[in-house]
DNA sequence: CGTATAGGTTGACGTCGCGTCAAGGTCAAC
DNA sequence: GTTGACCTTGACGCGACGTCAACCTATACG
């Protein structure tokens, strides 16, 4: 009915160095030890360690395993405690990622930044300059370091939704509805949203203030290359004027 | 003019532990050894300790960075290299956290899985045990470790985005366009586009099959839940004709 | 019975970038 | 001479094992 250690290993897919160590820190005993010294495992045994993998393959460290598995704590207080340490870790890592690609990019071509990489999306960060000068440095660093920690497909997805967002707004103007209408406000309120996945603004809860949302409006006439998103300055007044409606009724 | 261990590991802020370090490594050996065993380095030596710090600040280890600076590699290929390596330990991070999450929620309410967290999305993967049934318990839990491995904001976007497909759709299906004109065409295509944002498919590449994107039609049309997000029975089946047409004329 | 082969055992080093003692020498100031 | 700040080398620890090394045991076969 026991099993040898080879055989315990080949069964669950971990190598024998790995039980004897378990064995060592007490995380997981041998049912039986022969006179010969030889390890024998019975099947309480393989459920213990079936539930140490598990343990393990989320991330927990071998001491916190233990800690569980004796009872001697509660399993979903200890992962959750471990998930804010990964998250974390995701976290630095994204910034970690962002850095490198920006000192690649420096080292490459000196200022070849955000802007080049991504043409059709992002606009109101679309220009490095106008950005720093309107918002600050630190909002376009804070900005770039978003976007180039976002994975490829994430970056196609929100590219899509702006595009798509650009569209509409277009369509909309085109039709010669007025911007108070429930259409419009609807886009308005879709903008807002949108604006609101994107890290960087000049506000504390990651949506943007007020004036910010007004200030964008205007800067979307003023300036053509953000017009141009919008079906030119006709549509981008229709914006303008769609924000503004907006803000004054809900922010 | 040279400075001691201390005051050099105190100006860039560091320790002489560190130091000692990456003396006995051949990274940084100081500029002048006392005749009492004493380091002391020079303005050269500071600017090489800087570049180092800047590298391992990027999460470059230190053989690599010995490379680097001894010009027997290329900084960017380094750096790129580097950069994949990141991006994969972020995706496995995305999915150890999202195994995690999904553990805790088993411990804690015992099969309260995505769909309640998701009611107003993600339509296709709506409920468990269909989708179980049509595409197996793997693809399942692939999209439910997807769906779990993004952040608050990523799920926000994508349900909008999910919510602004279905309600062209139906407004599409309002008008009575035929579902094999342009427009319901171009919405075909952004359906195929927003499915291909999703893991878990039938399919190698990432992106539907003919048949799993065919069948999608015929499961909008079958399942009223379905049918809802597109504006009922009749805009389901428009989108059922819409995706077929698309289907035979690009896949 | 000898032997080839496939197991088993303990012990110890290496990984990565240092932190942290430990034990002891050096220097400037009082 | 003493104090206190600083310097040195050497060695252990971290985390979860992989990877020898050296040696013992079980089983099958001729």
Redesign the interface.
């Known amino acids: 009915m026991d099993r040898s250690i080879q055989d315990v290993a080949r069964l669950v897919g971990t190598t024998s160095r790995t039980l004897r160590h378990y064995d060592r820190l007490g995380l997981l005993p041998p049912s039986r030890v022969g006179s010969n010294g030889y390890r024998y495992y019975d099947d309480d045994a393989l459920v213990r360690l079936q539930r140490i993998l598990l343990l393990r393959?989320?991330?927990l460290g071998l001491p916190a395993i233990t800690e569980v598995l004796n009872r001697e704590a509660e399993?979903?207080r200890a992962?959750?405690k471990?998930?804010e340490l990964?998250?974390q870790?995701?976290e630095r890592?994204?910034r970690?990622?962002a850095?490198?690609?920006l000192?690649?990019d420096q080292?490459?071509g000196g200022e070849q930044l955000m802007a080049e990489n991504m043409f059709d999306g992002f606009d109101h960060t679309r220009y490095k300059d106008e950005v720093e000068e309107r918002w600050g440095a630190e909002a376009y660093a804070t900005g770039d370091r978003w976007w180039r920690g976002m994975?490829e497909?994430?970056r196609?997805?929100?590219k899509?939704?702006t595009a798509?967002l650009g569209a509409d707004w277009t369509a909309a103007a085109e039709q010669g509805i007025a911007p108070d209408s429930d259409a419009a406000q609807e886009l308005a309120r879709?903008h807002f949203?949108?604006l609101?996945?994107v890290p960087g603004l000049p506000s504390s809860d990651?949506r943007p203030s007020k004036e910010y949302f007004v200030g964008l409006g205007d800067m979307y006439v003023a300036d053509d290359r953000f017009a141009a998103n919008y079906g030119g300055r006709k549509g981008a007044e229709f914006v303008r004027d769609a924000l503004k409606v907006f803000a004054d009724r809900r922010l």
């Open positions: 393959g989320l991330g399993p979903a992962l959750r471990h998930l990964l998250r870790e995701q890592l994204a970690q990622i850095s490198v690609s000192t690649i080292l490459e994975s497909a994430e196609t997805q929100y899509a939704r798509q879709r949203e949108w609101s996945g990651g």
